[in-house]
T-cell receptor
Framework: RKEVEQDPGPFNVPEGATVAFNCTYS??????FFWYRQDCRKEPKLLMS???SGNEDGRFTAQLNRASQYISLLIRDSKLSDSATYLC??????????FGAGTRLFVKA | EAQVTQNPRYLITVTGKKLTVTCSQN?????MSWYRQDPGLGLRQIYY???????DKGDVPEGYKVSRKEKRNFPLILESPSPNQTSLYFC???????????FGSGTRLTVV
């Protein structure tokens, strides 16, 4: 089993839709989690950090459920510019970072 | 401008010819890391460094070396590249390991 697993998608949604991604992790000792956004052939860019209390930034909300060992990302009012691959990342002991393989999102007009 | 700079952006080389990919950051970050990205496998950590002269293996360190002699630089060395090291490589840095990383623009390496 991969340490961090994501549904690869793709998710195809219309503009204005609300879309949610989940990510599960297997290492219960993982302390910190992040969501990154990656556009095709470009570097990942930090979207949000995720802590136990969750995090909200504009149209984006991230939640952490330690009991079920998953994190989620909710995007409200999707824009065409939200089309990208979203990467879930866990920070394991010793500062190793474990990336999920990513979920592709296509937002269509 | 705060950034992580990798060079070269593209490199085609032959099997066995030693190469170095440079990485430099101007944010005074303590943590730096190297990743490779392959289709279907996502990003995998090769090596990371917590500070000058402190490095540790990630998930896929075989065939790679790193050094951290200065805080700003973290070069990735392939002593004898092989075709299975053909990949997209990213360098990244962070204030501490508990914060998100800033990534460089990537180096696309092809080993023939």
């Amino acid at each position: 089993r991969k340490e961090v697993e994501q549904d690869p998608g793709p998710f195809n949604v219309p503009e204005g839709a609300t879309v949610a991604f989940n990510c599960t992790y297997s290492n219960s000792a993982s302390q910190s989690f992040f969501w990154y956004r990656q556009d095709c052939r470009k570097e990942p860019k930090l979207l949000m950090s995720v802590y136990s209390s969750g995090n909200e930034d504009g149209r984006f909300t991230a939640q952490l459920n330690r009991a079920s060992q998953y994190i989620s990302l909710l995007i409200r009012d999707s824009k065409l510019s939200d089309s990208a691959t979203y990467l879930c990342v866990g920070l394991a002991g010793g500062f190793k970072t474990i990336f999920g393989a990513g979920t592709r999102l296509f937002v269509k007009a | 401008e705060a950034q992580v700079t990798q060079n070269p952006r593209y490199l085609i080389t032959v099997t066995g010819k030693k190469l170095t990919v440079t990485c430099s950051q101007n944010m005074n970050h303590e943590y730096m890391s190297w990743y490779r990205q392959d289709p279907g496998l996502g990003l995998r950590q090769i090596y990371y460094s917590m500070n000058v002269e402190v490095t540790d293996k990630g998930d896929v360190p075989e065939g790679y070396k790193v050094s951290r002699k200065e805080k700003r630089n973290f070069p990735l060395i392939l002593e004898s590249p092989s075709p299975n090291q053909t990949s997209l490589y990213f360098c990244a840095s962070s204030w501490t390991g508990n914060y998100g990383y800033t990534f460089g623009s990537g180096t696309r390496l092809t080993v023939v």
